[in-house]
Nanobody, 126 residues
Framework: QVQLEESGGGLAQAGGSLRLSCAAT????????MGWFRQAPGKDREFVAH????????YYGDSVVGRFTISRDNAKNTGYLQMSSLKPEDTAVYYC???????????????????WGQGTQVTVSS
């Protein structure tokens, strides 16, 4: 079992930045991939970013590439999502997720992640 807790959400202005954190407890964090997803009201959950267990592989959703950066500090059992050049359409609840695999070509599928945090709200004002 693993428990995930997101933090760092809040209100930002368009063009601003926020950094989300995802603290993991309960098992070894460094072996497994993690991802960030988001869900806006009335919309499906959307893939945002993925990082492999060792941090060598990173992938991003089309809507955030070039603006968001995913990273991890395995020594601290924590993952991060640095969000820059924020837009109002980035407003959503952001979730971190942990897998039981290190890397996969299907990293963008939410159903392949086994553990989820409770989510943190990000609101971007225009």
């Amino acid at each position: 079992q693993v428990q995930l807790e997101e933090s760092g959400g809040g209100l930002a202005q368009a063009g601003g930045s926020l950094r989300l954190s995802c603290a993991a407890t309960g098992r070894s964090f460094s072996r497994y991939a993690m991802g960030w997803f988001r869900q806006a009201p009335g919309k499906d959950r959307e893939f945002v970013a993925h990082i492999s267990g060792n941090g060598d592989w990173k992938y991003y959703g089309d809507s955030v590439v070039g603006r968001f950066t995913i990273s991890r500090d395995n020594a601290k059992n924590t993952g991060y999502l640095q969000m820059s050049s924020l837009k109002p359409e980035d407003t959503a609840v952001y979730y971190c997720a942990s897998a039981t695999w290190s890397n996969s070509p299907s990293y963008f599928l939410s159903g392949l992640y086994d553990y989820w945090g409770q989510g943190t709200q990000v609101t971007v004002s225009s």
